[in-house]
């Protein structure tokens, strides 16, 4: 069996599966139930100054029947009082002390307050502190939460503030809502946060009710737009952990991974591309605490498999894989093949080369099943045919390079080379 | 002994409720949608004789465009509700579903197909509007499925229909044939008022072709004329004894049930059923359910050459009705006028017979089976003696039509089970379809 403990800047947690600040970990309650089920750790949601939530609160995303794809939320941080959220997280430390206890904070825009804070916190012996940068709705209008992750100045004065003060480990959440991550990401470990954590929601309207023709979630008749997350968001977060853990700064310190992460799958993605351990949400309100087995169990099983006995034999192993577009190999073909044994005829691979791609599919008409094969000479190896194809294995992409040296894109335009497929 | 009303109402209501329960939600119809792989150029519409876009209308309901959905299913067949009940879909759509080739449970397309044409009946969409009258006229005889489908589609482009119709209500077979597990007399009725709800058809009830009208009046009175009868009397066995008392025809034994209610027809305690056929199915299975004791059905081949689908006979296996393969009626014994007696001849498979199927051949030996109720249904045969009345071509009696649909009489088309001999109801709509094409580029109004 692989060991999958974790260790976040001393943080340490039987597992690399924190549940992040959100609804789950509001209070004493959810948290000892979800450190019953298993989970590693929580970050505590968000402290800080006093809010009111409204009613209601949620929308989703459905995709081709199934729930919640993508999920929204328009509610503030902690809207219980901060003296019994304390007490509770002491309370919860004591009961599961080898568990991972960060608090998510977001004080009022002050050093004072902030300072405040922090040693309040530090009371109740958590072990970290997350500092939420990034929440899209609510807070920003007061100057707090993404309007602090958006400015990287701001920023990074709050993060000089807190470490002032600061006796734990100190992690900064980062929005998406941003063209990139990376200057915030910076600045904030040039003020010294010892690790970051992102995605943060991402803006989003969700739908309209075509009945009322309000968005949802429904306010009164009003609507905002609220903070995206859930399954649908998993390739963007990736794309932004990746920026995060290849710049020669920002991959300096440990990153905690966040944004639809669902499956062990999820993680292990997540964890390739750099980060320490994630942190879930969606997918834990979608199912309940219960799905911490499988995460285990499948990560577990993969690492077993593959040979991995720690979680940092593979963090990380998948960053340098991504590149720029120019330094890909135009040598490299590959073509479809549709395995006839596996075909069962519904015509998806043709219809989507023949209509959006390279009409490299030839159909020969029965009845009442047709024959699809490739046309070699005409695909250009896009896997449109696989991805669409709905039996495992049946169409794979064959290798046949052009030439068997690399050769990338300025080689190629300086020797002349032809430029167009088709 | 032969006997009505030999269960409980309870009892009866149970046997006869709807073999194929509906959608309870439309959560339940939007899973089954979504698993629809939406394949191209399908093997499921191909397989449909009326070419339903069953990806599209399925998609449809997944998208919640139902008002769509129903229109794409009436679009091809005007009977899309009445046949989501009775086709034999295990050998058409549902049967070429990709999915039984992964050996997956296809997609129920059926139960789909009603669920979005049941709500559009329902609430009376008028998904189709007619045509401003183009001041042709065109006669149909029989109401039943072809002659609906055709009376439709002339109607949609502006001609005026008038059905002829020998019994009191519309609907062919499919009033007066198909097993009331599958239809209820009252939704056949409501379909005939959708159909009808486009306007400019009129259907004159109790007028019989060869009786109270003639062709030749037809003729002069109509454009064209659409000849859709349909097949009629039950095929007799020409054996001794068929003329005693418990000898049924299927076709009156099933339409009575329908007519009658369940507990007023008679049904005896050990029963044969002559024919493999889905009408002897029906038969079998509707006799079980009105409380015969034992039903046995009796086929001169064997499960390989059945008419009915493995699905149909599975259901009259499920009803506890016995099979008996390689066995043809040979005499019907009797005492005082009732039946009392069944002798077969056993018989055994030859050489392959014109349909590619080996004929029977007998074996010499016989056996007896004590019965007291036998029902003929091994087919059906065609209204020959007004066919050959009318000098209309046939071919043992089924009316033979060319490429347009046209009979030898110009102007007199012909379609649906009176040409094929007894398909199904989707062959008959399809059938009225194309011969509404037909006569509409007979009459110059489309080409
Ligand atoms: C017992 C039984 C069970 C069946 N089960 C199924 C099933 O489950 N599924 C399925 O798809 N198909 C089934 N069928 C077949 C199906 O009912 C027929 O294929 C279909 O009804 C044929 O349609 P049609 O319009 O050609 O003929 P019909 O439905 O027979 O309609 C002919 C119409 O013409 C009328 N008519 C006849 N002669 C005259 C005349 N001289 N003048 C005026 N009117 C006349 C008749 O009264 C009738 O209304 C079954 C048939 C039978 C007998």
Redesign the pocket.
Same mark, same amino acid.
């Given at each position: 069996m692989a060991d999958i403990r974790s260790n976040f800047l001393g943080i340490k947690s039987p597992n690399p599966y924190w549940l992040a600040s959100a609804p789950p970990t509001d209070k004493k309650y959810n948290v000892l139930r979800a450190f019953e089920a298993g989970w590693g750790g929580v970050v505590w949601k968000t402290l800080g100054s006093q809010v009111k939530n409204v009613s209601s609160r949620y929308s989703a995303v459905d995709f081709n029947g199934g729930r919640m794809m993508g999920f929204n939320n328009i509610e503030l941080i902690s809207d219980r009082p901060l003296d019994i959220n304390l007490k509770e997280i002491a309370e919860c430390i004591k009961l599961f002390p080898d568990r991972a206890m960060v608090v998510s904070l977001m004080a009022d825009n002050d050093k004072k307050s902030w300072h405040e804070l922090i040693k309040k916190v530090e009371d109740t012996g958590a072990h970290g502190l997350e500092l939420n940068f990034g929440c899209p709705h609510g807070m920003t209008e007061r100057g707090m939460g993404a309007a602090v992750g958006q400015d990287p100045e701001i920023a990074c004065m709050v993060v000089e503030w807190v470490m002032e003060a600061a006796n734990i480990p100190v992690i900064t959440k980062l929005t998406p809502n941003v063209h990139s991550v990376v200057p915030t990401g910076r600045s904030v470990v040039k003020a010294g946060t010892n690790a970051l954590s992102l995605i943060n929601t991402i803006q989003s309207v969700t739908g309209i009710d075509l009945d009322t023709l309000v968005p949802n979630p429904y306010v009164a008749g009003k609507s905002v737009f609220g903070g995206y997350c859930g399954p649908a968001v998993k390739p963007i977060a990736l794309k932004f952990l990746t920026t995060i853990t290849q710049d020669e700064l920002t991959k300096t310190v440990p990153v905690s991974g966040i944004g639809g992460v669902s499956t062990w799958k999820d993680a292990v993605e997540f964890m390739l591309l750099g980060a320490s351990n994630v942190q879930v949400c969606t997918a834990v309100m979608h199912h309940g605490f219960r799905i911490i087995e499988d995460l285990c169990d499948g990560l577990n099983n993969w690492m077993d498999e593959k040979g991995f006995n720690t979680l940092d034999d593979f963090i990380g192993k998948s960053v340098d894989t991504i590149t720029h577009w120019e330094d890909l190999d135009i040598n490299y073909h590959h073509i479809a093949k549709i395995n006839q044994d596996k075909c069962i005829h519904c015509g998806l691979c043709y219809i989507a080369c023949e209509d959006t791609s390279h009409q490299s599919i030839n159909i020969q008409k029965g009845n009442p099943y047709n024959t699809y094969t490739i046309i070699d000479e005409e695909c250009v190896g896009c896997n449109l045919c696989q991805l669409v194809c709905p039996v495992d294995d049946c169409i794979t992409m064959e290798e046949h390079r052009e030439a068997p040296e690399y050769i990338n894109w300025i080689e190629w335009q300086k020797k002349g080379l032809p430029l167009n497929d088709h | 002994m032969i006997e009505s009303n030999k269960l409980s109402e309870k009892q009866y209501q149970e046997n006869f409720s709807d073999i194929h329960p509906p959608y309870e939600s439309s959560t339940a119809a939007k899973v089954d949608a979504n698993r629809c792989l939406f394949c191209y150029d399908a093997p499921c519409m191909k397989s449909c004789p009326t070419s339903i876009d069953v990806p599209k209308f399925i998609k449809q309901i997944a998208t919640e465009n139902i008002k769509g959905s129903a229109k794409t299913i009436f679009s091809s067949n005007i009977m899309g509700t009445g046949?989501s009940k009775?086709?034999?879909v295990e050998k058409l759509c549902e049967g070429a579903c990709v999915y039984n080739l992964l050996e997956e449970e296809p997609i129920p397309i059926a139960k789909l197909q009603r669920y979005s044409t049941e709500i559009a009946m329902e609430k009376n969409w008028k998904l189709f509007e007619r045509k401003k009258s183009v001041g042709k006229k065109v006669a149909i005889?029989?109401? &039943?499925?072809?002659? !609906?489908?055709c009376a439709h589609a002339l109607s949609r482009e502006g001609i005026d229909c008038t059905i002829?119709?020998?019994?009191s209500?519309?609907?062919? !077979?499919?009033?007066?044939? %198909?097993?009331a597990y599958?239809v209820t007399p009252q939704f056949c009725e409501d379909e005939v008022n959708y159909i009808l709800s486009i306007g400019g058809i009129e259907i004159k009830y109790n007028?019989?072709? &060869?009786? /109270? %009208?003639t062709l030749a009046q037809l003729k002069k009175e109509y454009d064209a004329v659409y000849l859709?009868?349909?097949?009629?009397v039950a095929r007799q066995l020409a054996i001794p004894g068929e003329k005693l008392e418990g000898v049924v025809d299927? =076709?009156s034994f %099933?339409y009575d049930i329908r007519d009658k209610g369940y507990s007023s027809v008679p049904v005896g305690d050990k029963v044969a059923v002559i024919g493999m056929?889905?009408?002897a199915i /029906?038969?079998a299975t509707q006799a079980k359910r009105l409380g015969a004791k034992e039903v046995t059905m009796l086929y001169r081949r064997t499960e390989d050459e059945m008419p009915c689908t493995k699905h149909e006979l599975d259901i009259a296996m499920l009803d506890g009705c016995e099979v008996v393969w390689l066995a043809a009626p040979q005499k019907i014994k009797g005492s005082q006028g009732k039946v009392k007696q069944l002798v077969c001849s056993k018989m055994k498979l030859g050489e392959p017979d014109a349909s590619g199927r080996r004929s029977p051949v007998d074996t010499g030996e016989t056996f007896t089976l004590d019965v007291d109720m036998v029902i003929k249904?091994a087919g059906?045969t065609p209204?020959e003696k =007004?066919i050959k009345k009318y000098k209309l071509d046939n071919k043992n009696g089924k009316i033979s039509i060319n490429e347009n649909c046209a009979t030898n009489i110009k102007g007199v088309f012909a379609?649906? /089970?009176?040409?094929?001999g007894?398909?199904?109801?989707?062959?008959?709509?399809q059938?009225?379809k194309d011969g509404a094409f037909s006569i509409l580029k007979y009459l110059g109004v489309k080409n």
């Open positions: - | 046949c009775v086709c034999p005889v029989g109401a &039943g499925p072809a002659g !609906l489908s002829y119709e020998k019994e209500k519309g609907g062919g !077979l499919m009033t007066y044939g %198909i097993a599958k007028q019989e072709l &060869g009786k /109270d %009208i859709a009868i349909g097949v009629g299927a =076709i %099933i056929g889905m009408t /029906d038969a249904a059906q209204f =007004i379609g649906g /089970d009176a040409v094929n007894g398909k199904e109801v989707v062959d008959a709509v059938a009225g």
